[in-house]
């Protein structure tokens, strides 16, 4: 079974509305990261956060940790059109193994 | 520098084919991995490596042999194709330490279908 769990499975925004998504996930890690896939390509790393660390910026993104709840989240704040992919945390579960969840697919609406 | 390159793109296999799908980077980085996309899901794991001579299983391995005799080049291998590997497929590196992984870089993917 995959280690991590995006949730919503999907999500609909207008242009300019912030985006937010999660993701849960079953055991202990060292760092979490988030990936954008756009249709049809090869993943693209957006931002790492490690197990010490409970928030992280980069440009309009900003990614939470919660390691007591197992949880991380995703916002993409002033979405724009060209933000319109899937979205996956993947977690190492603390081994040689980095796992991705299910993914979260963002439409941005023009 | 390239990045991660794959070939091929595309591949269509009869069931009991065998093949092998190339990966290699040009980065230098000690780990690298091979993970299959079905449609609408996410990655899972078939392989991995964390150095030249030294490879493991991630999640659904089976009907997948890997080798690494470079740093280089990490290529998948499919030793009886069936219907059920129809996926595309994803070759990833990076850095790695102890403990810590580091940014993935991916591939462009190969599109594997097999009738």
């Known amino acids: 079974s995959q280690q991590g769990e995006e949730d919503p499975q999907a999500l609909s925004i207008q242009e300019g509305e912030n985006a937010t998504m999660n993701c849960s996930y079953k055991t202990s890690i060292n760092n979490l990261q988030w990936y954008r896939q756009n249709s049809g390509r090869g993943l693209v790393h957006l931002i790492l956060i490690r197990s010490n660390e409970r928030e992280k910026h980069s440009g309009r993104l900003r990614v939470t940790l919660d390691t007591s709840k197992k949880s991380s989240s995703l916002l993409i704040t002033a979405s724009r059109a060209a933000d319109t992919a899937s979205y996956f945390c993947a977690t190492d579960a603390g081994t040689d193994k980095l796992i991705f969840g299910t993914g979260t697919r963002l439409q941005v609406f023009p | 520098n390239a990045g991660v390159t794959q070939t091929p793109k595309f591949q269509v296999l009869k069931t009991g084919q065998s093949m092998t799908l190339q990966c290699a980077q040009d980065?230098?980085?000690?780990?690298m991995s091979w993970y299959r996309q079905d449609p609408g899901m996410g990655l899972r794991l078939i392989h991995y490596s964390v150095g030249a001579g030294i490879t493991d299983q991630g999640e659904v391995p089976n009907g997948y042999n890997v080798s690494r005799s470079t740093t280089e080049d990490f290529p998948l291998r499919l030793l009886s194709a069936a219907p059920s590997q129809t996926s595309v497929y994803f070759c990833?590196?990076?850095?790695?330490?102890?403990?810590?992984?580091?940014?993935?870089?991916f591939g462009p993917g190969t599109r594997l279908t097999v009738t």
């Open positions: 980065m230098n980085h000690e780990y």
């Open positions: 990833a590196s990076s850095y790695r330490t102890p403990s810590v992984f580091y940014e993935q870089y």
